[in-house]
């Protein structure tokens, strides 16, 4: 079982709103991913979390606050959002093998239209 | 492939023929490399990796080479499908950065019945 789980598939929210997007994955693995993808474009890695701590942060505006509450959930708080953050939100995860990169398999993503 | 602004590059092959997509590396040093396919409105769905120290590897109906000389690396895809047609991705890894995939622009494969 490769399947990475992701809710809301959609979600429309205000500037003002606040919301969240949550992911699971029950394959044991200890790292996870937000991935922000906008049409037609490769992915890009916002977080990376690596046994629930935040190991990368890839210069996200502070209106993303990523949570990682134990190792098969994965939240991405959204406050005070912008419409140019409209896109596909994509949640990934990868085992942690020591001295190896891992495959990371992707959740179906969210599609957020800010208005 | 490249793509210049919002225009992906696209491939269109006849159903039953072989596809081929191609991705050009940009770091030597990357050790790790892993085709996706995204269908529109999904998330990308793991199809084959490698690692460098092999020059091809196997799945099923799907085979990837990389020439590590040239920073190459191609898909092959065998009697190609209808359910084939999707955008792919290549993605790199470097050894330094066990998390951080580096994204091609990907191409779009349009499967003519």
């Known amino acids: 079982d490769t399947e990475v789980t992701q809710t809301p598939k959609h979600l429309v929210m205000g500037m003002t709103n606040k919301k969240s997007l949550k992911c699971e994955q029950h394959m044991g693995h200890r790292a996870m991913y937000w991935y922000k993808q906008k049409a037609k474009k490769p992915p890009e890695l916002m977080f990376v979390y690596s046994y629930e701590k935040l190991s990368i942060n890839e210069s996200v505006p502070s209106r993303f606050s990523p949570e990682c509450p134990n190792s098969s959930l994965l939240n991405l708080h959204l406050h005070a959002l912008q419409p140019e953050d409209s896109a596909l939100y994509l949640c990934a995860s990868s085992q942690q093998t020591s001295g190896r990169t891992d495959t990371q398999y992707f959740g179906p993503g969210t599609r957020l239209t800010v208005l | 492939g490249e793509s210049v602004g919002l225009h992906l590059p696209t491939l269109s092959v006849q159903e039953g023929d072989n596809s081929i997509i191609n991705c050009a590396y940009s770091n030597s040093a990357s050790d790790y490399f892993i085709w996706y396919k995204q269908e529109s409105g999904k998330g990308p769905q793991f199809i084959i990796d490698?690692?460098?120290?092999?020059d091809k590897r196997q799945g099923q109906r799907v085979t990837v080479l990389l020439n590590k000389t040239v920073k190459h690396l191609s898909l092959q895809i065998a009697a190609t499908q209808p359910g084939d047609s999707a955008v792919y991705f290549c993605?790199?890894?470097?050894?330094?950065?066990?998390?951080?995939?580096?994204f091609g622009s990907g191409t779009r494969l349009l499967v003519r019945p």
């Open positions: 490698i690692r460098s120290n092999m």
């Open positions: 993605a790199e890894n470097m050894v330094w950065s066990s998390y951080k995939l580096i």
